[in-house]
């Protein structure tokens, strides 16, 4: 089993629709990224978190560490969107400063 | 401008010919680190370094060597590569080592092909 699970692996939507996609992880963290890989292959960090909620235009990210789950929203979607959102988490105790990276989730916006 | 290069973006070599993917940042970042992405396998940590003279492994270290002399450069070394060692690679470096990672800045990546 991976430490890190993302969901959907894939996503279609309609321009304007609100997406979700979540990241669920195994292991104890001190905080979780998530970044945007373009279709050129360039990564962009989008958030840090290690509690609560930050948003930045129509991005937003939650985590619950209880419940070791994180979602990412993108509101009134658009195809500029298009990108692979991937979730990395920074482990503690054996996984000291490492980083541990979720599969991707590959998301589409249709005009 | 705020960035992290890396040198060469792509190469294609043969078997067992050393090579070193360069890595530079002029942000003044303490910690820096090294990815290799693989489809199916996603992203995964080659190699990081905390500051000057202090790197650690990550999850996928095997045939792979790295330096930190300087606050602003960390090469990459394969001293012997092979072909499993075909794959997209990322540097990365971020301002404050320790769990809780500032904002990571990622290379446009280097393209290695191994032939």
């Known amino acids: 089993k991976n430490e890190v699970e993302q969901s959907p692996q894939n996503l279609t939507a309609q321009e304007g629709e609100f997406i979700t996609i979540n990241c669920s992880y195994s292991?104890?963290?001190?905080?979780l990224h998530w970044l945007q890989q373009h279709p050129g292959g360039g990564i962009v960090s989008l958030f840090m978190?290690?509690?609560g909620k930050k948003k930045h235009g129509r991005l937003i990210a939650t985590i619950n560490i209880q419940e070791k789950h994180s979602s990412l929203h993108i509101t009134a979607s658009h195809p500029r969107d298009s990108a692979v959102y991937i979730c990395a988490v920074i482990g503690v105790e054996e996984y000291g400063n490492k980083l541990v990276f979720g599969a991707g989730t590959i998301l589409r916006v249709k005009s | 401008e705020a960035q992290v290069t890396q040198n060469p973006r792509y190469l294609i070599t043969v078997t067992g010919k050393k090579l070193t993917v360069t890595c530079s940042q002029n942000m003044n970042h303490e910690y820096m680190s090294w990815y290799r992405q693989d489809p199916g396998l996603g992203l995964r940590q080659i190699y990081y370094?905390?500051?000057?003279?202090?790197?650690d492994k990550g999850d996928v270290p095997e045939g792979y060597k790295v330096s930190r002399k300087e606050k602003r450069n960390f090469p990459l070394i394969l001293e012997s590569p092979s072909p499993n060692q075909t794959s997209l690679y990322f540097c990365a470096s971020s301002k404050i080592p320790g769990p809780t990672h500032d904002t990571q800045y990622f290379g446009p990546g280097t393209r290695l092909t191994v032939l």
């Open positions: 292991v104890g963290i001190s905080a």
């Open positions: 978190l290690s509690s």
């Open positions: 370094s905390m500051n000057v003279e202090v790197t």
